[in-house]
């Protein structure tokens, strides 16, 4: 039976104010269960990193998240609102914003284009300027085609275009993936930077415990789709999360 580590301090620091509420989720595809009952609760301004190896669930998490795959049970909240039934456009009106795995820009829009295509949903008219204050770069190149830029530039992209939509809950699917160090320490200081500026709440996928680390208010990770250990950052022992990501 798995279990959650959880203490009487992490308990209370569950119980404040709530922007994604998950209880008893269940996600399959077609007969075979994937994600099995999961529970948790990310606050306002909080940032939770969800860590495990390749294939343990956490991109099946994601997408049931922003309902690319629906649930087979269980509840979803944003802000108190229910979105378990909502299609995935109607979950991003509703405050969620979602970075997938490997980016997904479009290659053939420029930067400014690209960002663009997110103001749709929040109804702005033009790119605020705390958008090209968090990502210098992407002004820089607001013209130059989304496909010529580095895999560190497209997540930067990727994540700008997010933001645009004013999200409550901002969802990052192993955003370090394919991304020189350097650039990985920025990712994780405009993260840092977006959660100064905005009531966000922010959840990341990850393999990378540096990264985590420098990001995340609270790591749970998970196995089999379901979760088996959780820790405030101040009292993870990295040595027992990079067992568990190495078994």
Request: net charge negative.
């Given at each position: 039976?798995?279990?959650?580590?959880?203490?009487?301090?992490?308990?209370?620091?569950?119980?404040?104010?709530?922007?994604?509420?998950?209880?008893?989720?269940?996600?399959?595809?077609?007969?075979?269960?994937?994600?099995?009952?999961?529970?948790?609760?990310?606050?306002?301004?909080?940032?939770?990193?969800?860590?495990?190896?390749?294939?343990?669930?956490?991109?099946?998490?994601?997408?049931?998240?922003?309902?690319?795959?629906?649930?087979?049970?269980?509840?979803?909240?944003?802000?108190?609102?229910?979105?378990?039934?909502?299609?995935?456009?109607?979950?991003?009106?509703?405050?969620?914003?979602?970075?997938?795995?490997?980016?997904?820009?479009?290659?053939?829009?420029?930067?400014?284009?690209?960002?663009?295509?997110?103001?749709?949903?929040?109804?702005?008219?033009?790119?605020?300027?705390?958008?090209?204050?968090?990502?210098p770069v992407l002004r820089e190149m607001r013209h130059r085609k989304g496909g010529n830029l580095s895999g560190g530039q497209q997540q930067q992209l990727a994540i700008a275009r997010a933001l645009v939509t004013n999200p409550k809950v901002?969802?990052?699917?192993?955003?370090?993936?394919?991304?020189?160090?350097?650039?990985?320490?920025?990712?994780?200081?405009?993260?840092?930077?977006?959660?100064?500026?905005?009531?966000?709440?922010?959840?990341?996928?990850?393999?990378?415990?540096?990264?985590?680390?420098?990001?995340?208010?609270?790591?749970?990770?998970?196995?089999?789709?379901?979760?088996?250990?959780?820790?405030?950052?101040?009292?993870?022992?990295?040595?027992?999360?990079?067992?568990?990501?190495?078994?």
């Open positions: 039976m798995t279990h959650i580590e959880c203490s009487v301090e992490q308990n209370k620091f569950l119980a404040g104010d709530d922007m994604l509420s998950v209880s008893n989720l269940k996600v399959a595809y077609g007969q075979s269960e994937v994600i099995h009952d999961l529970n948790f609760t990310v606050q306002k301004n909080e940032t939770l990193a969800i860590m495990g190896r390749n294939g343990m669930g956490k991109t099946t998490l994601f997408k049931s998240l922003i309902g690319i795959l629906p649930s087979t049970g269980g509840e979803i909240s944003v802000d108190g609102f229910n979105v378990t039934n909502k299609e995935p456009y109607q979950r991003v009106e509703n405050g969620i914003a979602y970075v997938p795995q490997g980016r997904l820009i479009f290659p053939n829009l420029t930067v400014q284009e690209n960002i663009e295509t997110g103001m749709e949903v929040s109804k702005l008219k033009t790119i605020p300027d705390d958008i090209y204050a968090l990502f901002l969802l990052l699917d192993e955003p370090t993936e394919g991304i020189q160090p350097s650039i990985i320490k920025d990712i994780a200081n405009v993260l840092n930077e977006i959660k100064k500026l905005r009531d966000i709440t922010i959840i990341v996928s990850e393999q990378v415990l540096s990264f985590t680390m420098a990001v995340a208010d609270r790591i749970i990770v998970i196995d089999k789709g379901q979760f088996i250990h959780e820790d405030l950052r101040a009292d993870v022992n990295t040595e027992q999360i990079k067992k568990y990501l190495s078994v």
